[in-house]
């Protein structure tokens, strides 16, 4: 199918329809108009009483609303139809999106194996094969943990495990693990972390909601990686800050940055890499803490994105809990 065809031919189809419709209506108040005496004059010997169908307004009105209520059904299923169009649409490009994310890893690492067994290399560069090999493989890991999660939650699978974490200490601790992971510079990574911040939360899934804001970093800052993460207390709440000096985002498309399966860019020829996961994960883990994310971005290059983690220190409420609890319980839900 050619790219916006299908989206053209509903819409005119959509026109003729209404044009036929129009037209249906027009004809059918000419031709009572002009033979409304011989239309009465049947109507009598019909039993609908003594005076006929009464005066042509009242046929016309009953004719009119009959004539509303299937105009509002053809524009119903029009939009129906389109918006099925467009999820069938962005349903397609996401498995072409995973299938590239997932053929990239797989490629250079089928390379560095082929170079490592047929050439031998000297011990030095056999390491750093090792390493990019290492890389590839998490980078796999990553992308199938992300759709696991996304699958989990449509199918309100998701468990989460609250307990006081000390938040300054564990993500200092993981942030210097990234770091000698992908060996940065200090100057590549810069840590700003208020001591003794303690928040209750689930920490393996907060985890993977900031490791989805760094890779958004790595993977959207083409001309050299550089983010600063930020963790400052503010009342009953605390903020982490993820800075970056990337791409940035427009702002039009600011609001729609969380929704499952989107991505900046021209979705249709694919100018933005991704499986557009990443940050609708982000945005699922901190509304099940009680918090929020949001971005900020002037949307022009170099000038880079900001997101901010806003979570209370006590956790989500307990009613938001038991919201989550009974929604696992519910008859529609997969096993």
């Known amino acids: 199918m050619r790219k916006g065809f299908g989206s053209r031919s509903s819409l005119v189809l959509f026109v003729l329809v209404n044009v036929a419709w129009v037209g ?32 042509p307004w009242v046929a016309l009105f009953g004719a009119g609303i009959l004539m509303l209520f299937l105009l509002l059904g053809i524009i119903v299923i029009y939009i129906t139809y389109r918006k099925q169009a467009a999820l069938n649409l962005v349903h397609q490009n996401f498995i072409s999106s995973v299938t590239h994310e997932l053929r990239s890893p797989l490629a250079s690492l089928q390379l560095y194996l082929e170079t490592l067994v047929i050439r031998d290399p000297e011990e030095g560069l056999r390491r750093e094969f090792l390493g990019r090999m290492q890389e590839e493989t998490e980078r796999l890991s990553t992308l199938i943990q992300n759709i696991l999660w996304v699958s989990r939650i449509q199918r309100f699978k998701i468990e989460y495990a609250f ?5 300054s200490e564990r993500l200092a601790e993981h942030l210097e693990e990234r770091r000698a992971k992908h060996g940065w510079q200090q100057e590549d990574l810069v840590v700003d972390l208020d001591p003794d911040i303690s928040v209750r939360c689930d920490w393996e899934n907060l985890k993977i909601a900031m490791d989805n804001l760094i890779e958004n970093a ?106 989550r609890d009974l929604l696992s319980v519910l008859p529609f839900r997969r096993v």
């Open 218 to 323: 790595i993977r959207y800052s083409p001309s050299g990686f550089w983010l600063k993460v930020s963790l400052k207390r503010s009342g009953e709440r605390c903020r982490v800050v993820f800075e970056d000096r990337g791409v940035g985002i427009p702002k039009r498309a600011q609001k729609r940055v969380f929704k499952m399966f989107h991505r900046a860019g021209r979705e249709m020829s694919r100018t933005v890499a991704g499986t557009g996961l990443g940050l609708y994960i982000v945005k699922n883990v901190a509304t099940a803490h009680g918090g929020k994310v949001l971005v900020r971005s002037e949307g022009k290059r170099g000038q880079g994105t900001t997101f901010v983690l806003d979570l209370p220190l006590s956790g989500p409420r307990a009613s938001r809990l038991r919201t």
């Open 24 to 55: 249906l209506v027009a004809l059918w108040v000419y031709y009572s108009i002009k033979n409304y005496q011989i239309i009465q004059r049947i109507s009598v010997r019909l039993p609908f009483g003594p005076s006929g169908v009464g005066p």
């Open 163 to 167: 307990d006081w974490v000390p938040l």
